[in-house]
């Protein structure tokens, strides 16, 4: 099980790396779930991110095409040794319809790209709250669509985590779904300790952001509560096989 770290600077890559995140993530939470950050933000933190180590970017929430190829376009991450996932939700749009063609613009984007990033549609827990389809909706579309991950995640950061809007075997469904259809599963939304023991094994990578901060998400990432989440997940034997 993977421990994603979400960074808003790059001043906070060293201790996402030191605590022992597998994957950093660029992200401006104070711009929301998938607040991106801005372009010559996300060029620092790039370059403090050694190329053998997983990156991720969030791009946002979309409801038209055109945009959604513009920010996939757009990301502007060089080639890299390890893969780069570009995350993208869809807050204010309730159509599966239009969801698809949201998840197929990112796809044909993204296949244009030189480093050929991998697409991750995102569904939230608190659907209802985001105006977006229900996870099951959202994943059905990512598997029809060809995408090759889906992340789980929550809209509001009101201090509700994702078993608050979700009961864990909706979620094991979900994952099992995704796990059966080749997805890589990642799941996100204020976990803390208590949750990521609820949730071990269920899949394939974990998310954080403030959880792994002095001071929650608006505050700095700390090297020492990334290492306890990091040891939390190691002690936790996985509940499900890992997806290849």
């Known amino acids: 099980m993977q421990l994603l770290v979400s960074v808003r600077a ?3 890559v060293a201790a996402a790396l030191a605590g022992g995140a597998d994957i950093i993530d660029a992200k401006e939470p104070a711009r929301g779930s998938l607040g991106p950050v801005v ?36 990301a502007n991450v060089p080639r890299r040794r ?10 204010g749009e309730r159509s599966e319809a239009v969801v698809t063609s949201l998840v197929a613009a990112a796809l044909d984007a993204a296949a244009a790209a030189s480093v050929r990033p991998v697409v991750v549609p995102v569904a939230y827990g608190d659907y209802q ?7 099951e909706g959202v994943l059905r579309v990512a598997i029809k669509a060809g995408a ?45 300790l208590a949750a990521l023991d609820r949730v071990a094994g269920i899949a394939d990578v974990v998310g ?33 096989s890992t997806a290849g």
């Open 82 to 91: 390890a893969p780069i996932y570009l995350k993208l939700g869809f807050a």
């Open 208 to 240: 954080v952001r403030g959880a792994a901060c002095r001071g929650g998400r608006e505050g700095s990432v700390d090297a020492e509560l990334v290492r306890r989440l990091r040891e939390r997940l190691r002690v936790r034997p996985p509940s499900l």
């Open 39 to 74: 372009p010559e933000v996300l060029q620092v933190i790039l370059a403090r991110v050694p190329e053998s180590v997983p990156f991720s970017v969030a791009l946002g929430d979309f409801t038209a095409p055109d945009a959604v190829r513009h920010a996939v376009a757009g």
């Open 148 to 192: 090759r991950a889906f992340l789980m995640d929550t809209y509001l950061k009101d201090g509700r985590g994702l078993l608050d809007w979700i009961a864990l075997d909706r979620l094991q469904t979900l994952a099992a779904d995704a796990r059966s259809a080749g997805l890589l599963l990642a799941i996100a939304g204020s976990l803390d």
């Open 129 to 135: 709250s985001a105006g977006s389809p229900a996870p």
């Open 10 to 12: 790059g001043d906070e």
